[in-house]
């Protein structure tokens, strides 16, 4: 499972990236502790279909350089200076069954 979370002022981003609109990723808006601002968690379960659509996001994001965070089976991964190709065989480490 892939947990990609991001300031909820970049949710225009993600709704182009249409990748809300498979059954494998579930979108969450929350606030955070203290009023702090609203973060948007995409929770995804890394199948072969998504990795195309998963990356295309993360380069997204990392050419923007807007803020963003990805946990991996609760590990915290940075994707930042990696090619499309090297986040693609990232991910594909982690597909799940």
Do not use: C, R, W
């Not at 990805?70 to 190709?85: A, F, H, Q, V």
Request: charged content about 25%; glycine content about 4%; hydrophobic content about 40%.
């Amino acid at each position: 499972m892939l947990i990609f979370e991001t300031a909820s002022n970049n949710k225009d981003i993600i709704t182009k990236s249409n990748i809300t609109k498979n059954d494998d990723v579930t979108l969450v808006e929350k606030n955070k502790i203290f009023g702090d601002s609203d973060i948007i968690q995409l929770a995804i379960v890394i199948t072969p279909v998504l990795i195309t659509s998963i990356t295309t996001l993360i380069v997204t994001f990392v050419n923007s350089k807007k803020e963003f965070t990805i946990k991996i089976d609760g590990n915290e991964i940075s994707m930042k200076g990696y090619s499309k190709k090297e986040i693609k065989e990232i991910l594909s480490k982690y597909i799940d069954n």
